[in-house]
């Protein structure tokens, strides 16, 4: 897949099929997402993959966080209560995706939190997966509920990023237009 139509045809996927993803093939995916830059070339990224069991546990924790993100939903979609409904659907079962990844950050030397590096290994993680066929979406509305998040998976000294699932699409999501006005061009 040529790069341009990866980072445009690349979407936010919410709903998946059941068929499951291969280790072998989140692996790929994990390798790829790791060759982003970072800081100091520390790679101060950590992926926590997740299926089973301790997966519908994690569903759980997340379904009861969506009611910590709904009041700034509902003042974001006013007009659009349908996208609230169905953003809470989809923090019950992330979209029934087969697997999720967390994705965490490590502390730079100055002691910060290095969520850029994250970040950066993130968005080459979503182009890898949808140039491998799947879909996933980066979700940070869950949080709010770190700490049982962490526990679950006896996380310490990590702060989590995002969680993103993985699966088979079984959507054809829109495409949400861009917004203009955000480059401002000095010296041309
Ligand atoms: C930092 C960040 C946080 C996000 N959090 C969520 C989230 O909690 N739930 C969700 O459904 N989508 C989330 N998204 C996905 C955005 O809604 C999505 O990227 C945006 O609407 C543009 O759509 P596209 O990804 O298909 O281009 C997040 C994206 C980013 C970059």
Redesign the pocket.
Known sequence: MELAEAIKGR??V?RFKTQPVSKETLEKILELAMWAPSGMNRQEWYFVVVQGEKKDELLRIFSSAFENIRPNLEKVFADKPKIVEG?KQ?FQTYGGAPALILAYAGKSPSGQWDTHSTAAALQNLLLAVHSAGLGT?????ILGREAEINALLRIEGRKLV?VVPVGYPDEV?RV?PRREGRVQWVGF
């Open positions: 979407r936010s919410r953003m989809f979406v980066w979700t940070d509305g995002a999501p949400p």
